[in-house]
């Protein structure tokens, strides 16, 4: 899984992110928010769009 292009939208008071995940040697891109303060834990952030991406998958069904 990668993170591109982190952000904080102060309108919205969510972290926005594009998660890549790589499967069987393909890269799918999935647009993610988190909500949350600003000063939000990074790991909680890492682990909140990454979980958002894979329930936008199918990786989670395999």
Same mark, same amino acid.
């Given at each position: 899984?990668? +993170?591109?292009?982190?952000? =904080?939208? $102060? !309108?919205?008071?969510?972290?926005? #992110?594009?998660? /890549? +995940?790589?499967? /069987? $040697?393909?890269?799918? !891109? =999935? *647009?993610?928010?988190? =909500?949350? *303060? #600003? &000063?939000? /834990? *990074?790991?909680?952030?890492?682990?909140?769009?990454? /979980?958002?991406?894979?329930?936008? &998958?199918?990786?989670? !069904? !395999?």
């Amino acid at each position: 899984m990668r +993170i591109n292009n982190l952000r =904080y939208n $102060g !309108r919205t008071h969510a972290f926005e #992110a594009s998660v /890549d +995940i790589t499967r /069987d $040697g393909r890269t799918f !891109r =999935y *647009p993610c928010e988190v =909500y949350g *303060p #600003a &000063s939000m /834990d *990074p790991a909680l952030i890492s682990a909140g769009l990454r /979980d958002r991406a894979i329930r936008m &998958s199918d990786t989670h !069904r !395999r």
